[in-house]
């Protein structure tokens, strides 16, 4: 079990004495234990004035991911080079935060497995593998990613993929207990998001409102795991009682003729999370409505509380508190739960404590953190859903983009203008840094839509997506796009912005020492001045980064690390580099002389061809591709594939074995699924027909 409430004074006594000199004296569990035992609410605080440790996902509590630490600075920056790297050993995305406390660094890899290495030399220490089962991985819409654990009083907290949270002995990677936090294995539930301990408590959400889930928050005992209180975001079947007067209140702005319940509704909370231990309120993001297309989710219309929504919370009791709802009625896949930022700004001549959000509707929010209050809201990338918001904090929506039978080029997208790549705020230069991104994407109103209706052209329906929409049945007009923004959160408009090649470039750290790091989708790790935007150190990586970096002092000196390992959403089916090694911890420090690992490049593979089909079957195969791989595996012979392969470069042995490859789960180690049951043999040779088709085409173009 974690270590007991009295000893936890001792445990601080021993973590002064270490605090440090862990790299330099032994690793040894007991020195482990005394550093992570003592963290609790009040060394987290303690930290966030020092920044020695990296003890929680986002640094502090208020998870502005702005360091104190200022010996890597915009003067010494240009002499980084790299203390040590670790082979993660996953082949699918990295999105993990790395936390260090005491010499210790705690990251996770795909399939949640969790490393403890020595934060001074790379050395590994234990890892920890939940053992997901690999059939789980289609139950997920994004990559069987994990964004990290949580630290407290000795015990480490991951969630699994496949929705178990565990407590981990923080010396040893002993499992201390394990809790299954799904309430109905009927339904694709999922975890990728970091545990955090609030108030003493554990709280996880969850993930898979595409899927037809009722999204919920769970605490748990930090020392026991026992169940201490769950809050659902969405109302559930009306003839039942609701769970408090926050739910009576929501089933008021859902239409029941949608039976909306059946389609669990959505809201799921699958990552940002925030807390004011003054106020003793918790902050939580709220998910996307299932199905998307809120004219059938609820046809009469109605705000669908709390969709798209910030919600706080007591930690202790998990009673809601207030909200503010930044998508009402959300039809787009607009989730809010893009990390936030807790902050205190000058407003109007008024101190201010507010939350910092700019989820995926690409409208960077200011909410009072105290009331709830609307502040302002300002678009900081292009958007044509609305127009702006009113000074009841309400949009003023685009009509088109409710239309009940046309398509519509939602600008941002279901990939958002954020997505879960942290932002950094640095109160020195008053700026937040924050990647933003356009994929674009149309959504055409599927007027048939059933739930759990498996049927040709609608998006992996196949794995169980519920989308009322068809995608990009109308070819997109924009370009996608990726940029690195720094925004004033006071005057709401940009200070300065630097473009990249593409979209989805990792989360962003911010330090006292004038400097803004993050990692891009083309394989690179950066430095800028914070003040101004100006690059001022890069080194390649071995893969496109999508997580954001960390930073922390050991006997004396800083280090710098940043977990690599292309994926998520978009990783999966494209990529902007042609460095495929797997995923790998590189840490730096300044005057660092280690050598950088060898890189693995992608198989360059010619268009696949040579096999006979029959081309009457390509239009059929098109359909079932986009029920059954599509969000995989891409369009065929578009590009040469994300994390996955995309199958219009496939080995020509593949396609030519394809039935037995598909239909017996060949690749089930892997995550991708058996689909006997879903698929025959002819509908298989029907999609090979698309799949050739489509090679053909690309190579004459």
Same mark, same amino acid.
Not at 295 to 323: C, F, K, M
């Given at each position: 079990?974690?270590?007991?409430?009295?000893? &936890?004074?001792?445990?601080?006594?021993?973590?002064?004495?270490?605090?440090?000199?862990?790299?330099?004296?032994?690793?040894?569990?007991?020195?482990?234990?005394?550093?992570?035992?003592?963290?609790?609410?009040?060394?987290?605080?303690?930290?966030?004035?020092?920044?020695?440790? $990296?003890?929680?996902?986002?640094?502090?509590?208020?998870?502005?991911?702005?360091?104190?630490?200022?010996?890597?600075?915009?003067?010494?920056?240009?002499?980084?080079?790299?203390?040590?790297?670790?082979?993660?050993?996953?082949?699918?995305?990295?999105?993990?935060?790395?936390?260090?406390?005491?010499?210790?660094?705690?990251?996770?890899?795909?399939?949640?497995?969790?490393?403890?290495?020595?934060?001074?030399?790379?050395?590994?220490?234990?890892?920890?593998?939940?053992?997901?089962?690999?059939?789980?991985?289609?139950?997920?819409?994004?990559?069987?990613?994990?964004?990290?654990?949580?630290?407290?009083?000795?015990?480490?907290?991951?969630?699994?993929?496949?929705?178990?949270?565990?407590?981990?002995?923080?010396? &040893?990677?002993?499992?201390?207990?394990?809790?299954?936090?799904?309430?109905?294995?009927?339904?694709?539930?999922? =975890?990728?998001?970091?545990?955090?301990?609030?108030?003493?408590?554990?709280?996880?959400?969850?993930?898979?409102?595409?899927?037809?889930?009722?999204?919920?928050?769970?605490?748990?005992?930090?020392?026991?795991?026992?169940?201490? $209180?769950?809050?659902?975001?969405?109302?559930?079947?009306?003839?039942?009682?609701?769970?408090?007067?926050?739910?009576?209140?929501?089933?008021?702005?859902?239409?029941?003729?949608?039976? $909306?319940?059946?389609?669990?509704?959505?809201?799921?909370?699958?990552?940002?999370?925030?807390?004011?231990?003054?106020?003793?309120?918790?902050?939580?993001?709220?998910?996307?409505?299932?199905?998307?297309?809120?004219?059938?989710?609820?046809?009469?219309?109605?705000?669908?509380?709390?969709?798209?929504?910030?919600?706080?919370?007591?930690?202790?009791?998990?009673?809601?508190?207030?909200?503010?709802?930044?998508?009402?009625?959300?039809?787009?896949?607009?989730?809010?739960?893009?990390?936030?930022?807790?902050?205190?700004?000058?407003?109007?001549?008024?101190?201010?404590?507010?939350?910092?959000?700019?989820?995926?509707?690409?409208?960077?929010?200011? =909410?009072?953190?105290?009331?709830?209050?609307?502040?302002?809201?300002?678009?900081?990338?292009?958007?044509?859903?609305?127009?702006?918001?009113?000074?009841?904090?309400?949009?003023?929506?685009?009509?088109?983009?409710?239309?009940?039978?046309?398509?519509?080029?939602? =600008?941002?997208?279901?990939?958002?203008?954020?997505?879960?790549?942290?932002?950094?705020?640095?109160?020195?230069?008053?700026?937040?840094?924050?990647?933003?991104?356009?994929?674009?994407?149309?959504?055409?109103?599927?007027?048939?839509?059933?739930?759990?209706?498996?049927?040709?052209?609608?998006?992996?329906?196949?794995?169980?997506?519920?989308?009322?929409?068809?995608?990009?049945?109308?070819?997109?007009?924009?370009?996608?796009?990726?940029?690195?923004?720094?925004?004033?959160?006071?005057?709401?408009?940009?200070?300065?912005?630097?473009?990249?090649?593409?979209?989805?470039?990792?989360?962003?750290? &911010?330090?006292?020492?004038?400097?803004?790091?993050?990692?891009?989708?083309?394989?690179?790790?950066?430095?800028?001045?914070?003040?101004?935007?100006?690059?001022?150190?890069?080194?390649?990586?071995?893969?496109?980064?999508?997580?954001?970096?960390?930073?922390?002092?050991?006997?004396?000196?800083?280090?710098?690390?940043?977990?690599?390992?292309?994926?998520?959403?978009?990783?999966?089916?494209?990529?902007?580099?042609?460095?495929?090694?797997?995923?790998?911890?590189?840490?730096?420090?300044?005057?660092?002389?280690?050598?950088?690992?060898?890189?693995?490049?992608?198989?360059?593979?010619?268009?696949? +061809?040579?096999?006979?089909?029959?081309?009457?079957?390509?239009?059929?195969?098109?359909?079932?591709?986009?029920?059954?791989?599509?969000?995989?595996?891409?369009?065929?012979?578009?590009?040469? +594939?994300?994390?996955?392969?995309?199958?219009?470069?496939?080995?020509?042995?593949?396609?030519?074995?394809?039935?037995?490859?598909?239909?017996?789960?060949?690749?089930?180690?892997?995550?991708?699924?058996?689909?006997?049951?879903?698929?025959?043999?002819?509908?298989?040779?029907?999609?090979?027909?698309?799949?050739?088709?489509?090679?053909? &085409?690309?190579?004459?173009?």
């Amino acid at each position: 079990m974690s270590m007991p409430l009295h000893r &936890t004074a001792l445990a601080a006594l021993l973590a002064g004495a270490f605090a440090g000199t862990a790299g330099a004296q032994g690793l040894t569990p007991e020195r482990i234990r005394a550093a992570t035992g003592a963290v609790d609410q009040r060394s987290i605080i303690a930290n966030a004035a020092t920044g020695r440790d $990296w003890p929680s996902y986002g640094l502090n509590y208020s998870e502005n991911r702005f360091s104190p630490l200022r010996a890597v600075n915009s003067e010494t920056v240009g002499r980084l080079g790299l203390a040590w790297s670790y082979d993660l050993g996953s082949r699918r995305g990295v999105q993990a935060t790395p936390l260090v406390v005491g010499g210790v660094m705690y990251v996770t890899g795909s399939w949640s497995i969790v490393h403890a290495v020595d934060a001074k030399t790379g050395q590994p220490l234990w890892t920890f593998d939940p053992e997901v089962p690999r059939e789980h991985g289609e139950r997920g819409c994004c990559d069987v990613v994990n964004r990290g654990v949580a630290v407290h009083q000795g015990t480490v907290y991951v969630a699994s993929y496949d929705g178990r949270l565990f407590a981990l002995d923080a010396a &040893t990677g002993q499992k201390l207990w394990e809790r299954d936090t799904i309430i109905d294995r009927s339904r694709a539930y999922t =975890i990728t998001g970091a545990p955090r301990v609030f108030a003493g408590k554990v709280v996880i959400g969850n993930g898979g409102a595409e899927y037809g889930v009722r999204g919920y928050l769970t605490a748990y005992d930090a020392a026991t795991g026992e169940q201490k $209180w769950r809050w659902f975001s969405v109302p559930g079947d009306p003839s039942k009682p609701p769970e408090d007067e926050s739910m009576a209140r929501a089933m008021r702005t859902w239409d029941p003729a949608g039976r $909306w319940w059946e389609a669990g509704g959505g809201g799921t909370m699958w990552d940002t999370m925030t807390y004011d231990p003054e106020l003793n309120l918790m902050y939580v993001g709220t998910g996307n409505g299932s199905p998307w297309n809120r004219n059938l989710r609820s046809p009469a219309g109605g705000d669908n509380l709390y969709l798209g929504s910030i919600v706080a919370l007591n930690p202790e009791t998990g009673q809601y508190v207030w909200h503010y709802q930044e998508t009402p009625g959300d039809h787009w896949d607009f989730t809010s739960t893009q990390p936030m930022i807790l902050a205190e700004l000058e407003i109007d001549g008024r101190r201010r404590k507010v939350v910092m959000h700019a989820p995926k509707n690409g409208f960077f929010f200011v =909410i009072d953190r105290q009331t709830g209050e609307f502040i302002s809201a300002r678009n900081f990338t292009a958007v044509n859903w609305a127009t702006g918001y009113d000074n009841e904090g309400r949009p003023i929506e685009n009509p088109a983009a409710r239309s009940v039978d046309q398509p519509f080029e939602a =600008i941002p997208t279901a990939y958002g203008a954020r997505n879960w790549h942290p932002m950094s705020f640095n109160p020195v230069t008053g700026l937040v840094y924050m990647p933003v991104h356009g994929v674009p994407l149309t959504l055409s109103p599927d007027q048939g839509w059933r739930m759990n209706a498996n049927s040709p052209m609608r998006f992996q329906s196949a794995s169980g997506w519920n989308l009322g929409f068809y995608l990009n049945a109308v070819d997109p007009k924009a370009k996608a796009f990726g940029r690195l923004v720094a925004w004033d959160p006071v005057r709401q408009q940009e200070a300065w912005g630097v473009d990249y090649s593409g979209p989805w470039n990792g989360g962003t750290l &911010t330090t006292a020492g004038n400097l803004v790091f993050q990692g891009t989708a083309d394989g690179r790790f950066i430095a800028y001045d914070a003040r101004n935007g100006r690059k001022l150190w890069e080194v390649p990586v071995s893969s496109g980064v999508v997580a954001a970096p960390s930073t922390y002092e050991i006997d004396g000196e800083q280090y710098v690390s940043i977990a690599v390992g292309w994926g998520g959403v978009y990783g999966i089916v494209q990529r902007a580099t042609d460095r495929v090694t797997p995923g790998r911890v590189y840490t730096f420090r300044v005057g660092g002389t280690a050598p950088m690992p060898a890189v693995v490049e992608a198989e360059r593979r010619p268009l696949v +061809g040579g096999i006979a089909y029959k081309a009457e079957d390509a239009q059929a195969g098109a359909g079932l591709y986009v029920a059954n791989c599509a969000g995989c595996h891409g369009s065929p012979g578009v590009n040469n +594939g994300g994390n996955v392969p995309n199958l219009g470069y496939a080995h020509r042995e593949l396609l030519e074995e394809l039935p037995k490859v598909v239909l017996e789960g060949a690749f089930l180690g892997s995550g991708m699924p058996r689909f006997a049951g879903r698929l025959d043999e002819a509908q298989v040779l029907q999609i090979r027909a698309f799949i050739l088709s489509s090679a053909e &085409t690309a190579r004459r173009n």
